[in-house]
């Protein structure tokens, strides 16, 4: 069996190149070839951290008997919907559209035209819950396909002319005013869980960009109910099992509505977010709480996901060794009263056990419990809690560590560059910043080539041969742009421009809308297109706040005109679902309040020149942009004619074409910045 997958750069695809089934990455030979048999092609879309891929994997595509019957009546294609987003986008809306769910593992065949047909999820190794069997699916697809083939015919064509014709009306549609933003604040409200923080029932996803836009709008419109919503959910998510309290960092989502048992996978792009959500948080209360979350998530990015050439790897899978030679899930993170006990001895694991609601019936599966920090430790205990922790931790380390999706995706490293820088600049903590800058130079060095495209992914120092789509080029913007203002080196400031610009020229459709993908991409059976933020901004409305910023900083009409239009969405659906568009509507945030410009001028030994600059920082202006760096500076356009004031440094700030008289004083700025 010829072993395509070996040479793959995507984690996923490594795991199953030693399967019995005959896998294709895909590619146009593997549509030849199903042209060449005449046989329809079987898609399987999943991720290294998903555990029911792991299931499907173990039960069928291990199995040599199911694979023996795939291999004969299919060509079998593998897809790591984390390199092709586009791919998964694409069959994914055809599966919600057919079947009115979706997820992953993702099953879908096609024709050897890649048009699809039939659809499903997971299917069993045997027929259960009213599921058919992975062996009966496939036996009952080969059939229509031999006897029924014009009947196949005709659905895929059904199906693709129907995804055709689902363009966005959405764009072009004006700009979000306040009545939008005051529609979208009373809708997300209504959805609002007074009593466990967070949106909507189980299972309770972290609502990170809708976080950002409650802060933002507070920020602006001193609504304090938005900051109230904010800041409860960051504490209930904080004091959850969903954030891990030994090692920080964020668990996927929580499986109740209390935030106590998480499904156990850690993403990058959550912790990212999250990561910069509390350290905003901090910005608009000086919660102590706020901090240590902000401090200990950038701590867990460095410490487990940096990879060795200095990106931050995709995720930490969900399973792990319980010890007796089982892949279970949560293994890791979870404690009996009898573990605590072993780890600390009988006085500190009580203490341990109040302290972290570990129970004898436990709170997850077999009498484990998922810790959790109901109530801050008394003043007493603190020092004895801190010794607990550290000793629980250690423990832990012994146990056998979760697998690790190394991979570096180019738009979550953005993210990650930009909370990093932030949270170290925030905190005078100048190694996250330097952490966010050599993942900056990676990305640059590996991923970019000289025409300034992006590849969406490398592994182990290879770049991947896929192409950067919209997200990527939005978020890896996104994030240089947090670090010029971090570091006050204009450099970044360019690259967020090179980037943009392919944003301009390959991924703008009519009217404002954007596409997923760029004009020269790979066609598929369309061309993707979704504003929504799901798990992540989508490229959509994360362009829009890149080029708003980079406007800000070098007033570029162009880019002002493209921000602008790409918010038309915002308009449109932030009153009707304000938590699928939460970075959209803090962008809208942004461009109700300017954005602000601000320029600090001095020199970089001057004390008050650093106050101003801490000043401009720990401002909570929504989508403010900061160019800090000396008088003559040809660093960044705000810096140019902008001279020192009686000899002193000094603060310029700008909005909507009008300039405030430079101030030389951190309040007069602060005062400013309100």
């Not at 977010?273 to 701590?299: I, N």
């Not at 399973?319 to 993170?333: K, L, P, Q």
């Not at 568009?581 to 030994?605: F, N, S």
């Not at 401002?619 to 900061?626: E, I, K, M, Q």
Request: glycine residues 10%; charged residues 25%.
């Amino acid at each position: 069996m010829s072993n395509r997958l070996a040479q793959a750069t995507s984690p996923y695809l490594l795991q199953h190149a030693d399967n019995p089934v005959d896998w294709w990455p895909w590619s146009p030979e593997a549509f030849e070839e199903a042209r060449r048999r005449d046989v329809p092609v079987l898609l399987s879309v999943g991720y290294s951290s998903c555990h029911w891929c792991h299931v499907m994997a173990h039960e069928s595509f291990e199995d040599e008997t199911t694979a023996a019957l795939l291999n004969e009546h299919f060509v079998a294609v593998k897809v790591d919907r984390e390199e092709r987003p586009d791919i998964d986008a694409v069959y994914m809306e055809a599966v919600q559209a057919a079947t009115g769910q979706g997820g992953w593992p993702m099953t879908v065949f096609l024709t050897p035209d890649a048009a699809p047909f039939y659809f499903g999820t997971y299917f069993p190794p045997e027929p259960r819950h009213g599921m058919p069997s992975f062996p009966e699916v496939l036996e009952g697809v080969h059939t229509a396909w031999t006897e029924r083939r014009g009947e196949v015919a005709e659905v895929a064509d059904r199906i693709v002319k129907d995804l055709a014709g689902r363009s966005l009306a959405v764009a072009g549609d004006g700009l979000p005013g306040e009545e939008e933003l005051a529609a979208a604040l009373l809708g997300l409200t209504r959805e609002y869980d007074a009593t466990r923080g967070g949106f909507g029932g189980a299972p309770k996803f972290p609502p990170s960009m809708a976080l950002e836009f409650l802060l933002r709008h507070h920020a602006r419109t001193g609504a304090e109910g938005a900051l109230q919503m904010a800041a409860d959910t960051c504490e209930a998510m904080a004091r959850g099992g969903i954030y891990d309290q030994l090692g920080g960092g964020f668990a996927r989502y929580a499986v109740d509505r209390a935030w106590v048992v998480p499904h156990f996978e850690k993403m990058l792009y959550d912790n990212a977010l999250l990561c910069r959500v509390y350290a905003h948080l901090w910005k608009a209360t000086g919660s102590d709480l706020a901090r240590r979350v902000a401090l200990e998530t950038a701590d867990f990015m460095v410490r487990e996901l940096r990879t060795p050439e200095g990106g931050f790897a995709s995720a930490l899978d969900a399973d792990s060794d319980d010890g007796t030679g089982r892949h279970v899930e949560g293994a890791y993170y979870a404690w009996t009263p009898a573990q605590l006990e072993e780890a600390l001895g009988a006085e500190d694991a009580a203490l341990a056990a109040a302290h972290y609601g570990v129970t004898e019936e436990g709170t997850f599966e077999h009498g484990a419990s998922v810790l959790q920090l109901p109530q801050e430790a008394g003043p007493a205990d603190a020092g004895r809690i801190a010794s607990i922790r550290t000793r629980l931790h250690a423990a832990r380390e012994r146990r056998e560590r979760p697998g690790r999706d190394d991979k570096i995706v180019a738009a979550w490293n953005g993210l990650a560059i930009a909370a990093l820088a932030e949270t170290g600049a925030l905190f005078d903590r100048a190694d996250l910043v330097e952490r966010a800058t050599e993942a900056a130079d990676l990305l640059v060095r590996l991923h970019l080539d000289d025409g300034g495209r992006l590849a969406r992914t490398s592994k182990d120092g290879r770049a991947g041969a896929h192409a950067g789509v919209l997200e990527d080029y939005a978020d890896v913007a996104e994030g240089f742009l947090a670090l010029a203002a971090v570091t006050g080196e204009g450099a970044w400031l360019d690259f967020a421009g090179l980037l943009l610009d392919h944003v301009l020229d390959r991924f703008t459709g009519e009217g404002g809308a954007l596409y997923d993908t760029a004009h020269d991409a790979e066609a598929l059976i369309r061309r993707p297109q979704d504003p929504t933020d799901n798990a992540t901004p989508s490229g959509w409305t994360a362009a829009a706040g890149a080029l708003l910023s980079y406007a800000a900083h070098t007033g570029s009409e162009a880019h002002r005109t493209a921000a602008e239009g790409a918010l038309g969405v915002v308009k449109a659906l932030g009153p009707r679902a304000p938590r699928f568009i939460g970075w959209g509507l803090a962008v809208a945030d942004a461009l109700l309040d300017g954005p602000r410009e601000i320029a600090v001028v001095g020199h970089a030994a001057d004390p008050a020149y650093q106050e101003l600059r801490r000043t401009a920082l720990r401002a909570v202006t929504p989508g403010a942009v900061l160019a800090a760096g000396a008088p003559d500076s040809e660093e960044f356009p705000l810096l140019r004619d902008r001279p020192l004031v009686a000899g002193s440094a000094a603060a310029y700030v700008c909005r909507h074409f009008t300039c405030d008289a430079p101030v030389t004083a951190p309040d007069a700025l602060a005062g400013l910045l309100r």
